[in-house]
Nanobody, 114 residues
Framework: QVQLVESGGGLVQPGGSLRLSCAAS????????MGWYRQYPGKQRELVAV???????NYADSVKGRFTISRNNAIATMYLQMNSLKPEDTAVYYC????????WGQGTQVTVSS
């Protein structure tokens, strides 16, 4: 059974930082491209950042220079370090794993507000 479990969301003030984690089980983690997506109320999910199985990264323009995606294949976990957070980063953040199939986590809420 495949599970992607996100953690690390919460409430933070503008300019603050959070680190999201996505712990994977039931998949060959190292073979999967991994990504973070976010969803605003009433909107479709949008790409935040992805990291390939080889470690190549790509970011949405809105988060470049502020967010860093990484992965640790030894413990089947992906991270998203979010710095200089803005109110417009408020959303539900989802973990995604993609190889022969695509899997999603349940999401974690990030709220940036003073």
């Amino acid at each position: 059974q495949v599970q992607l479990v996100e953690s690390g969301g919460g409430l933070v003030q503008p300019g603050g930082s959070l680190r999201l984690s996505c712990a994977a089980s039931g998949i060959i983690f190292s073979a999967h491209a991994m990504g973070w997506y976010r969803q605003y109320p009433g909107k479709q999910r949008e790409l935040v950042a992805v990291i390939s199985s080889a470690g190549t990264t790509n970011y949405a323009d809105s988060v470049k220079g502020r967010f860093t995606i990484s992965r640790n294949n030894a413990i089947a976990t992906m991270y998203l370090q979010m710095n200089s957070l803005k109110p417009e980063d408020t959303a539900v953040y989802y973990c995604n794993a993609r190889y022969k199939s695509t899997y999603w986590g349940q999401g974690t809420q990030v709220t940036v507000s003073s």
